[in-house]
């Protein structure tokens, strides 16, 4: 079995190194591979000579999200059987690879998640630590699964599930791997694990808003592109509830002989016709979403043949 622990860096010349050695302590067998998103400091140099196996470096920073896709490809064409990723700040204990990986290797699971327990965590600031808590539960809802952290970085996923995963964000992967691993009917097991406070700050988030803002609208893109019909007729209910409401009330007022409230008529009648249209919508990307399925099982193949051993 090879696995391989992949590190997604951007500016880490302070922490890889540490990250590196501790998977090492880990198991020698570990192949490392060190994905540098176009880093201003050191870290590719830092990354080779601490040891890493495959240091790959895009010449511009192109986001998390799409040095994550690379990292999983390098790993695949590398023949990796499981794939771990870890963050490159230090904050995950890479001793605890080999109790992620079990599953993977008993056959237990493709995806194994872990839990960082962050209301538990006395380093994390009140605003990140909500933050998380809120875009878990979104990430449950949207997908039906019960998530306990859907922001951590610590998964380790079978070569067959990293065959599946597309990524299509450039920004985070890490609620978009869920909802379509869940779509994809991938085995996902979750465990907790330890997380260590950071030392400097957040490469990813520079501010709550603006990572909710992003983190956001993926997840949002993610609802409408793995669930459509539940993510359309969701937003359908909206105008079709208020619609039926106002006609009703019209209705009453009309029968009891009140002539009037045909403002409130021409409303329920818009509201109406605004909620069976998106009903509609709902049906039509349901439809592109079974293409979509389509595409995605020819793909696979494919890949699966590109990589193949
Ligand atoms: N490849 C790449 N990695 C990034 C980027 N931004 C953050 N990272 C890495 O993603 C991991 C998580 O980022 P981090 O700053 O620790 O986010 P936080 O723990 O959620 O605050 C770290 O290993 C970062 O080096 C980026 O633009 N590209
Ligand atoms: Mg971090």
Same mark, same amino acid.
């Given at each position: 079995?090879?696995?391989?622990?992949?590190?997604?860096?951007?500016?880490?010349?302070? #922490?890889?190194? =540490?990250?590196?050695?501790?998977?090492? %302590?880990?198991?020698?067998?570990? +192949?490392?591979?060190?994905?540098?998103?176009?880093?201003?400091?050191?870290?590719?140099?830092?990354?080779? &000579?601490?040891?890493?196996?495959?240091?790959?470096?895009?010449?511009?920073?192109?986001?998390?999200?799409?040095?994550? &896709?690379?990292?999983?490809?390098?790993?695949?064409?590398?023949?990796?059987?499981?794939?771990?990723?870890?963050?490159?700040?230090?904050?995950?204990?890479?001793?605890?690879?080999?109790?992620?990986? %079990?599953?993977?290797?008993?056959?237990?699971?493709?995806?194994?998640?872990?839990?960082? &327990?962050?209301?538990?965590?006395?380093?994390?600031?009140?605003?990140?630590?909500?933050?998380?808590?809120?875009?878990?539960?979104? #990430?449950?809802?949207?997908?039906?699964?019960?998530?306990?952290?859907?922001?951590?970085?610590?998964?380790?996923?079978?070569?067959?599930?990293?065959?599946?995963?597309?990524?299509?964000?450039?920004? #985070?992967?890490?609620?978009? #791997?869920?909802? %379509?691993?869940?779509?994809?009917?991938?085995?996902?097991? %979750?465990?907790?694990?330890?997380?260590?406070? =950071?030392?400097?700050?957040?490469?990813?988030?520079?501010?709550?808003?603006?990572?909710?803002?992003?983190?956001?609208?993926?997840?949002?893109?993610?609802?409408?592109?793995?669930?459509?019909?539940?993510?359309?007729?969701?937003?359908?209910?909206?105008?079709?509830?208020?619609?039926?409401?106002?006609?009703?009330?019209?209705?009453?007022?009309?029968?009891?002989?009140?002539?009037?409230?045909?403002?409130?008529?021409?409303?329920?009648?818009?509201?109406?016709?605004?909620?069976?249209?998106?009903?509609?919508?709902?049906?039509?990307?349901?439809?592109?979403?079974?293409? +979509?399925?389509?595409?995605?099982?020819?793909?696979?193949?494919?890949?699966?043949?590109?990589?193949?051993?």
């Amino acid at each position: 079995m090879k696995v391989f622990v992949m590190i997604p860096a951007y500016n880490e010349e302070f #922490t890889i190194a =540490r990250v590196i050695k501790e998977i090492k %302590q880990a198991s020698r067998d570990y +192949r490392i591979l060190v994905v540098d998103d176009g880093s201003k400091d050191n870290t590719f140099e830092v990354a080779k &000579k601490a040891g890493a196996h495959y240091v790959i470096k895009n010449k511009k920073n192109l986001g998390l999200a799409q040095a994550f &896709k690379r990292g999983l490809e390098e790993c695949l064409k590398l023949k990796a059987d499981i794939i771990v990723n870890i963050d490159a700040d230090f904050q995950y204990n890479a001793l605890e690879i080999p109790r992620l990986i %079990q599953p993977i290797l008993d056959e237990k699971a493709d995806i194994v998640l872990t839990d960082r &327990k962050v209301l538990n965590l006395s380093h994390m600031p009140f605003g990140k630590k909500y933050g998380n808590l809120i875009s878990t539960l979104v #990430t449950r809802f949207v997908s039906g699964f019960p998530v306990r952290d859907a922001q951590s970085g610590f998964r380790a996923f079978s070569r067959d599930a990293a065959l599946k995963l597309n990524i299509f964000s450039d920004y #985070t992967y890490v609620q978009e #791997t869920i909802i %379509q691993a869940v779509d994809k009917k991938l085995k996902i097991l %979750q465990m907790p694990c330890e997380f260590r406070a =950071r030392h400097g700050k957040s490469r990813l988030i520079s501010n709550l808003f603006s990572y909710a803002k992003k983190a956001g609208l993926t997840i949002i893109r993610s609802f409408v592109r793995y669930k459509p019909l539940k993510a359309l007729l969701t937003i359908s209910f909206l105008p079709l509830i208020l619609g039926i409401l106002l006609g009703l009330r019209f209705l009453y007022f009309f029968l009891m002989g009140d002539k009037g409230h045909v403002q409130s008529l021409i409303l329920a009648a818009i509201l109406l016709i605004i909620g069976f249209q998106i009903i509609v919508l709902a049906f039509i990307a349901d439809t592109i979403g079974a293409n +979509r399925k389509v595409n995605e099982e020819l793909l696979y193949l494919q890949k699966k043949k590109e990589f193949s051993k």
